[in-house]
């Protein structure tokens, strides 16, 4: 079923701030991790420099032989950082985003479709509109006014 464009709209905004939300907290974890263990920023900042290094060499078409050198020193120190992680009982996992989707990592699409998470938040918003607009409190039998209707319906609705 598809719902207004508006629904759509403030879905994709709310599944946009649960991502900026996780990226946040992310980032949080990490310069926490920085501030008490600057060895694994040390880390991170090599494995930063060597991916620098991979792509100007790749531009340069240096030569295999240097990109695998490179790629080789980047898991050395990578296995490194883990080692620290686990010597400091950091989980790697939570130094990442840890986003509400699954599907999508809460950008709303998923090979240019709209995700379900978007569907689904979608039809949150056209539900408590239609609730909004006609509460069930006021929509039932006993309310209900026969005399609105014409008289040839009226004598098939008795």
Do not use: W
């Amino acid at each position: 079923m598809g719902y207004k464009k508006e629904y759509y709209i403030k879905a994709l905004a709310d599944v946009a701030k649960l991502r900026l939300t996780a990226d946040e907290i992310a980032k949080n974890n990490l310069l926490s991790v920085y501030l008490a263990h600057p060895d694994i920023k040390e880390l991170d900042d090599k494995m930063n420099a060597l991916g620098l290094l991979a792509v100007k060499s790749a531009v340069k078409l240096s030569g295999a032989d240097e990109i695998i050198n490179l790629k080789s020193e980047y898991e050395k120190i990578d296995r490194d950082k883990q080692e620290l992680l686990s010597k400091y009982n950091i989980s790697a996992s939570s130094l990442k985003p840890n986003y509400c989707c699954k599907n999508c990592n809460d950008t709303g699409y998923v090979n240019g479709e709209l995700c379900e998470c978007v569907k689904k938040i979608a039809k949150e918003y056209y539900y408590n509109d239609l609730c909004e607009k006609m509460p069930l409190e006021r929509s039932s039998f006993g309310s209900f006014d026969i005399s609105l209707y014409p008289d040839d319906a009226r004598s098939n609705m008795q």
